[in-house]
């Protein structure tokens, strides 16, 4: 068979044939519901576990293979179309090569995940009133999302409509600079010319957050929903940059 996994970006299957993946057995990540913000939310608890039975014709290339793999590599796998998701994984168990032809082994090898979360390998860059449409079927909490905030004005507050978390950002209007760009992973906030900028003028000290931290949580549609007040526009034009999680 020919294995859809990939890690870090490269199949698991040799390209030289040395080694492919024969079988393959996917236990998923076990999880509970918390409430947050009077909502209840899915977190992970025993993160996955992939089993994999290689059929392998050089051993000490597929050994030496295996031990150049880092802790927290990413795993990927497709989710329909063009879509793939990415975890870190760890190399958890490799049993001892069994001859079963001349030059034939078969050499099974325990995958598991770190955070049991799987991510959109790519972001999505969504217009704000445009994602409560947006039919993401997340499961868990996004981490680490990124927010466009066009003319803002002194006082800006980001809320997860479903969970409640907040942060809020408060600086002097910058007529010449639109663009406040808050990213929730770096606590960071940036002024700029251009929706994502790069480069920009440093305004993390305006920046605060809710004490549990802020997190944008799916509904149980697995659909998202995210409130800015404190804007010059009225239509809701801001953009979020975001990874799905499963």
């Given at each position: 068979?020919a294995?859809?996994?990939?890690?870090?970006?490269?199949?698991?299957?040799?390209?030289?044939?040395?080694?492919?993946?024969?079988?393959?057995?996917?236990?998923?990540?076990?999880?509970?519901?918390?409430?947050?913000?009077g909502?209840?939310?899915?977190?992970?608890?025993?993160?996955?576990?992939?089993?994999?039975?290689?059929?392998?014709?050089?051993?000490?290339?597929?050994?030496?293979?295996?031990?150049?793999?880092?802790f927290?590599?990413?795993l990927?796998?497709?989710?329909?179309?063009?879509?793939?998701?990415?975890?870190?994984v760890?190399v958890?168990?490799?049993?001892?090569?069994?001859?079963?032809?001349?030059d034939?082994?078969?050499?099974?090898?325990?995958w598991?995940?770190?955070?049991?979360?799987?991510?959109?390998?790519?972001p999505?860059?969504?217009?704000?009133?445009?994602?409560?449409?947006?039919?993401?079927?997340?499961?868990?909490?996004?981490?680490g999302?990124?927010?466009?905030?066009?003319?803002?004005?002194?006082?800006?507050?980001?809320?997860?409509?479903?969970?409640?978390?907040?942060?809020?950002w408060?600086?002097?209007?910058?007529?010449?600079?639109p663009?406040?760009?808050?990213?929730?992973?770096?606590?960071?906030?940036?002024?700029?010319?251009?929706?994502?900028?790069?480069?920009?003028?440093?305004?993390s000290?305006?920046?605060?957050?809710?004490?549990?931290?802020?997190?944008?949580?799916?509904?149980?549609?697995?659909?998202?929903?995210?409130?800015?007040?404190?804007?010059?526009?009225?239509?809701?034009?801001?953009?979020?940059?975001?990874?799905?999680?499963?």
């Open positions: 068979m294995t859809d996994y990939k890690i870090d970006g490269v199949s698991l299957d040799d390209a030289g044939g040395r080694w492919q993946v024969g079988a393959e057995i996917y236990q998923p990540t076990e999880t509970v519901s918390v409430s947050r913000g909502a209840d939310v899915r977190v992970p608890t025993t993160p996955f576990v992939l089993f994999q039975t290689f059929t392998v014709r050089d051993v000490t290339a597929f050994r030496e293979w295996l031990d150049s793999i880092p927290g590599a990413s990927s796998r497709p989710m329909g179309g063009q879509t793939r998701l990415e975890s870190p760890a958890e168990y490799v049993r001892d090569p069994f001859q079963i032809r001349a034939t082994y078969v050499v099974h090898v325990t598991r995940g770190l955070t049991g979360v799987w991510r959109e390998a790519s999505r860059q969504i217009v704000l009133r445009s994602l409560p449409a947006w039919d993401a079927q997340a499961v868990f909490p996004s981490d999302i990124r927010l466009s905030v066009l003319n803002p004005l002194a006082r800006v507050k980001v809320t997860c409509g479903v969970s409640g978390s907040w942060l809020m408060e600086g002097p209007v910058n007529g010449s600079r663009h406040l760009l808050i990213d929730t992973d770096t606590l960071r906030a940036r002024r700029g010319v251009e929706w994502f900028p790069h480069t920009g003028v440093d305004v000290d305006g920046l605060t957050v809710c004490p549990d931290g802020f997190t944008l949580c799916p509904g149980k549609d697995g659909k998202f929903s995210l409130n800015v007040d404190g804007s010059q526009s009225t239509d809701n034009p801001h953009k979020v940059e975001i990874r799905a999680a499963y």
